[in-house]
């Protein structure tokens, strides 16, 4: 069974750091594109940052630029998200998924994980 788990949400303040870790388990081949999305109440999920097999291509919202940073698992079945420099609008669930299209649109994305809280306070 394919699965998808997110970990490492919590509450910090402004200006600090944090890493979510996505752990896949049950793939019989390496997704193509592995994402993060996020999502507040009342919004659409929104993506974040997305890094293809192998880490050829990597895209990140222009909110999160500069800040955030995307990375494969050795294994390739597997994503982290360092977030540096965090700010009250990156509060949000955080979401991992997998798909086969480097394109932030949830639809394309067919394997999702519960989801990890991040909670930003000044």
């Known amino acids: 069974q394919i699965r998808l788990a997110e970990s490492g949400g919590r509450s910090v303040q402004a200006g600090e750091s944090l890493r979510l870790s996505c752990t896949a388990s049950?793939?019989?081949?390496?997704?193509?594109?592995l994402a993060w999305f996020r999502q507040v109440p009342g919004k659409e999920r929104e993506g974040v940052a997305l890094?293809?097999?192998?880490?050829?291509?990597?895209k990140y919202a222009d909110s999160v630029k500069g800040r955030f940073t995307i990375s494969r698992a050795k294994d390739n079945n597997g994503a982290f998200l360092h977030m540096n420099n965090l700010k009250l609008e990156d509060n949000a669930m955080y979401y991992c998924a997998a798909g086969g299209e480097a394109i932030f649109d949830p639809s394309k994305y067919r394997w999702w994980g519960q989801g990890t809280r991040v909670s930003v306070s000044d």
């Open positions: 049950g793939f019989t081949y390496r997704p193509y594109s």
């Open positions: 890094v293809t097999s192998g880490g050829r291509y990597i």
